[in-house]
């Protein structure tokens, strides 16, 4: 036994070995630790720029237009002449042309008689506007009311300042409307080398574009010169009919990708009540829904931008400032509920949850967790109810 006792103590620890070699290892897994963050579901698609007001300036008459030497990009001062339209080279107004053009300027006075009341009931809202914020900004002082009911008071009164000038500008393009109606009866009637009728622009702003920049024949109403206000920007994003029900005014939106830093913000201000189809790169038909958002920071930061141009819009539909984070890779089905898989003493454990909102890379835990557990952010098939795990 003396001489065996060493080979079979050799034997056992060989034997030893070997089932230690053979038994499975610990699975290594990738972990994350469960935290308190922000999580924000958002809405995201391509928009463009817009130019929130513009106006295409056409010609009042039909006849022989000069050159326009006005190009895209120059600055154009209200009433500035922006075209020159002299008596058609054929034959000037005939009396049916002549009394066509009387009926338009009577329509043009009636039409700034018009724009004229707009403005009155829209200075008056205005007012009404400005008494309520008062109101509102003096009962927040005493505490009777809340910051919101202030913040919508001054919202309704900025509304009102925005809808005076907007009626503001549409009664000035009324009155140049009636000027120019009036300069086509002055001047009906004389030969080709007679009076020329001067297009003027009806406010402020920058050419945009020249549809008919080469001297020749116009007809009446035909477009010459398009003008706007650069700096009077909106956004226009198209998003699919299922996800504009869940936007509506006042959703706050961020602006990324715009070619500059660093992300814009914007309101939504109208989700338009009409959908339509679209059919998208992949040749699949889509309902989508066009939502327009006014950029809310300040206009140097995006000084740069101008009509046209493509940016990347997120809608925030929901958003938590202080709410238990999970990572989705960890999450799978479980029944009809949501589990993931917890390491505790070296070993994964099976736990279903609640979960509130899921975002793309976060969910919302509303039970089953707690701060600081650690979970295995990427299972894969070898993992299971109590196996041994490792994490890398």
Do not use: C
């Amino acid at each position: 036994m003396r001489k065996r006792l060493p080979l079979l103590l050799f034997a056992l620890a060989l034997l030893a070995a070997l089932i230690y070699g053979f038994l499975p290892g610990p699975v290594p897994v990738d972990a994350a630790t469960i935290g308190r963050g922000r999580l924000a579901i958002t809405v995201d698609e391509e928009g463009k720029t817009r130019v929130r007001e513009r106006y295409v300036v056409s010609t009042p008459v039909a006849g022989h237009a000069r050159r326009i030497d006005l190009k895209v990009g120059d600055a154009i001062a209200a009433g500035q002449a922006v075209a020159t339209i002299e008596p058609a080279r054929s034959a000037s107004l005939d009396p049916r042309v002549r009394a066509q053009a009387g009926a338009q300027a009577q329509a043009a006075r009636a039409a700034v008689q018009a724009a004229r009341d707009t403005v009155a009931a829209a200075a008056a809202e205005e007012r009404l506007a400005q008494q309520e914020l008062a109101r509102a900004e003096a009962l927040f002082k005493d505490h009777f009311v809340a910051q919101a009911a202030v913040d919508q008071a001054r919202s309704r009164h900025q509304a009102a300042q925005a809808n005076r000038q907007s009626t503001q500008q549409n009664a000035k393009v009324a009155e140049y409307q009636l000027a120019a109606a009036q300069a086509t009866l002055m001047g009906a009637g004389q030969p080709a080398g007679g009076d020329s009728v001067r297009v003027i622009a009806p406010v402020a702003g920058r050419v945009l574009g020249v549809p008919h920049e080469s001297e020749g024949a116009v007809q009446a109403g035909q477009a010459l010169v398009e003008i706007g206000n650069a700096d009077s920007l909106e956004v226009v994003v198209e998003v699919l009919s299922t996800a504009a029900v869940k936007i509506g005014p006042g959703t706050p939106v961020r602006l990324d990708r715009w070619g500059g830093e660093p992300s814009l913000d914007a309101v939504v201000r109208v989700v338009e009540p009409a959908g339509f189809t679209k059919v998208s790169a992949l040749g699949v038909e889509e309902q989508r829904v066009r939502v327009v958002a006014d950029i809310v920071t300040p206009r140097p930061v995006w000084s740069k931008l101008a009509d046209g141009y493509r940016v990347e819009a997120s809608f925030v539909v929901w958003e938590g400032a202080d709410v238990l984070l999970a990572p989705t890779s960890a999450l799978f089905r479980h029944g009809q509920d949501w589990a993931l898989f917890v390491i505790a003493d070296g070993r994964a454990r099976l736990r279903p949850v609640k979960l509130g909102q899921r975002g793309g890379l976060s969910a919302q835990v509303l039970e089953g967790l707690k701060a600081g557990e650690v979970v295995i952010a990427r299972p894969d098939d070898r993992v299971a109810d109590g196996v041994r795990v490792e994490p890398r």
